[in-house]
């Protein structure tokens, strides 16, 4: 047991169980309260939950997590997130071994409240508390420069670009996905609207990352898990991340092709998508080079580039998916989001 | 006409709380008037306090909290404001209070909003109580409390600071204090997340004080003399820990066997001589043989163990087990996660671990690298690669010990916890003096000896009924569904199977059972079942290890479930009475019961041997 988490059950004012789950390059040590009756216990969310993390990378994904925690804090009476309890880095034979604690949410994925009747009877309570939560966030963060100073989205886009390229020369597999779309993001940075600023983003805001206590009615039924990617980005970052990943599997896919025609096909998504960038005070052309620097930050990220880890598996997987991907914007000529597609 | 809504139990408590509290609140409010303004004034006095706890996951920010709190310690020259502060009330503190204390703030914009003074070791409080107390771990108290938003943001904070930055020693409780009257105090103490954990009521007569106290632990009022101290623990959130004891530091710098004279021998040199001149064994190759070894045992057969052995000896054990051992069982033998289960263990790193019948050695090679371990195997091939393994790691924190428990003359009362990690189920196999039961216990009875105070045993085995043996999994017998026949019929069908799993047939006698029937035999031993989870994946790989509790069974199922119907069902089957009945693979731990300690503790403090030391001498 980590000395951490030892304190932690050492302190606690009662019994504790203990859960222990994998992670990638660590694990996760959920405590939770022994007392009280059955449906108690049901519904009593975890006391707190501990990750540990083992080697560099492990340990630099927390450390990640760790700080944006305490970036957090000040927003932590306003917004449901979890707050840092404790944080501690060591080494166990010559192994870097990292631990941290945040306080346990209520809730459980959104994905298990799947938005059903997705696209056609009206956007699911889901994706509009997932937006409401954006909004506020947004709003919040950015009054306390919680992803430091604001720069430009072509800034930002620059320095995607320039880490596509470095990571396409460390891995040569993986270069013709990152070089197919720096030359994209960069021909739109070039275009877009003077002005656009970065507000700061969650980094990995999909559905598992969001535990809503069931039905979310609004954004405080929500609360919002891992940030170790938090960061600055546009406004547009996270909420396309939820919408690319939020799947009502079957129904989408019968409706739909892939998941990329979401963004494209006309539909109240992507109307709401619109308005959205609309209300970001994005023009047409900041839109889409905030639609395709979503595209290759995720693109890296689910490559495993970034501070996820990803197995052999996971990465071919995604190298295949992308490569699919990118065959079809290619074949349309890499169209503008939320306008209609160019037949 | 409609029918009235019942407002329900809860609130009908709440209702009664409320009143309770108000009522008592004015009734003391008058009485302290009375006391303080009135003729007795100075004569009779008495005094409610509050002890308030929180453990830090509890405690709550309010929104209000401004950005830009800075807390650290209050220095010297702001100390004694502090304490002029006092002094122009007429009350100050005494010498002993100044130099018992230490005093930690919090400022916002230059301001210094709140602070707490904290105990520096065990002494009394200052008088300006109105009671007294011995402290016997490090605390903090809060010294004033008031109902501004920026004083109640900057509390938590403080108690963080405190946390983080500790004594010296180590401050492990926060124990705020409020006087009954001052509900202001009381009332923010609650919105942070506190609770009331003890109210002390202190009365003076002329020059007499009288205390009575009442905890949420000890349940009833205590009376205490005047010059009574009041212990700490009868308070502190610490004291209704899970039952971990504090480790036992007697139990020696090495490991340890009994001599049949009494005396102890140390295992650290290259032969174990006692002083009464006889000996016990002597090391080989990185191994203390400690009597003869056992028959070979093992999934590949002897010649290609030894092959095997030659092999990691040449170049490397890992080179070993990917050339020469079969695909599924070198996974098994080389997995980093077989000792996962170490991250629920509340272990300290000083902590010595046996691993009994440690197999190829995966659990301790991985322990080792956190704990000092112990290897006890019988297998002489098993003990050298456990051995090879450690050298070629540099374990230097993993010893190999050849034998086997009831066998080898292992001092009682040495181990801070024991590994019996799939065993339990195998012992009758080997020994047939005694039905498999009275085996098992007796096996246990062992384990249980060789604890230190406060040790645990982490037992992994199979559910007897669990849903992997209704499936059709192979039992132990290397049999289908023999676990689930009634005894006698399992020994009928396994004495006359030919896929009967060892070379020699002795029956059924790889018993496991329920859940229940584990709690039996854990009594009859006197063994106290501190913890249970569940292994989905199975004991073998104990990355994933769920408690029998509803809560966290949902927590651990809470991802996945493509369907509705497959959640649905998820749902319904995730609870512990459901776990509990058919859950494939558990892991307990155990504790030794008071009683049974004691007479460990009964049979070290003689130098007694133990049975087996006996039977050696």
Sequence with gaps: ?343 | MRARKDPGPGWLAGWREKRRQGVGTLGYRLLRRVLDRGPLAGRVDVRIHQVIAVAPWRLRLPPRLARGLRVREVEAEEEAALRGLRAALGMEYGERFRQAHRCVGAWLEQRLVAFVWMRRGPAHLPASFGCAWQLTAPMAWLYDLYSDPEVLGAIPHLYAYLRQHPPGEGLQEYVGQTDYDNWRSRRAHRSLGYEVRATLWSGQWGQRWVHVSRSQQAGRWRWHGGKALIPLPLFAVGSERQGWRPWASERGPEVRLQCACGRQVGLGGERFVCTCGREWGRREAGVARVGAAMPYWGEIPQAEMQRVLARARAADWRTAVRELVPEGLAEYVGDPQRAAFHELLPLPAEARILDVGAGWGGIAAALARHYEVVALEGVAERAQWIALRGEQEGLERLRVVQGDVHQTPLALGQFDAIIANGILEWVALMDHSAAPTAVQLSFLQRLRDLLAPGGMIYLAIENRFGWAEFGGALDHSGLRYTSLLPRMVARWVCARSRRYRAHFNVGYRTYTYSFGGYQDLFRQVGLELRGCWISPLGYNRPEKLVPLHTGAIRFSQRRGGRTRLRRVARWALGREGVWRRIGSDYVFLLQAEAGGERAAETRVAAGAPGEQGSEHA
């Design chain 1, 1 to 343: 047991m980590h000395e951490l988490i030892l304190e932690m059950v050492q302190m606690a004012p009662a019994p504790v169980a203990l859960s222990r789950l994998p992670l990638d390059d660590g694990a996760l040590v959920v405590g939770f309260a022994v007392g009280g009756d059955r449906r108690q216990r049901a519904q009593a969310p975890p006391l707190w939950v501990g990750k540990t993390g083992y080697g560099s990378r492990g340990c630099r994904r927390l450390r990640a997590e760790a700080q944006a925690l305490g970036q957090l804090e000040g927003l932590a009476g306003t917004l449901p997130v979890p707050r840092l309890l404790g944080w501690r880095e060591s080494e166990v034979r010559g192994e870097a071994v990292a631990c941290l604690v945040q306080s346990g949410m209520a809730g459980t994925p959104m994905e298990g409240a799947g938005p059903r009747g997705w696209g056609s009877r009206g956007l699911p309570a889901a994706l509009l508390a997932a937006g409401d939560w954006l909004r506020r966030f947004q709003r919040l963060a950015d009054a306390q420069r919680l992803a430091g100073p604001r720069r430009g989205l072509t800034e930002l886009a620059a320095e995607a670009c320039a880490r596509a390229e470095n990571e396409a020369e460390g891995h040569a597999e993986l270069a013709p996905l990152l070089t197919a779309l720096s030359p994209v993001v960069a021909h739109a940075a070039a275009r877009a609207e003077p002005g656009a600023a970065s507000v700061p983003m969650h980094g990995d805001f999909w559905a598992e990352n969001i535990l809503a206590v069931r039905p979310v009615r609004s954004l405080h039924d929500m609360s919002v898990i891992d940030w170790s990617g938090l960061g600055a980005g546009s406004a547009l970052d996270d909420l396309l991340t939820f919408t690319a990943n939020l799947s009502d599997g079957a129904a989408r896919r019968e409706r739909l092709g892939r998941w990329q025609e979401l963004f494209f096909a006309p539909g109240r998504v992507r109307d709401y998508l619109r308005d959205w960038a609309a209300a970001a005070g994005y023009g047409d052309r900041t839109a889409r080079l905030a639609f395709y620097l979503f595209l290759l930050r995720r693109l890296v990220w689910e490559l495993g580039l970034g501070l996820q880890t990803r197995s052999a598996g996971e990465r071919a997987q995604a190298r295949a998916e992308w490569s699919e991907v990118l065959a079809w914007l290619a074949q349309r000529r890499y169209p503008d989001p939320f306008l209609p597609m160019p037949s």
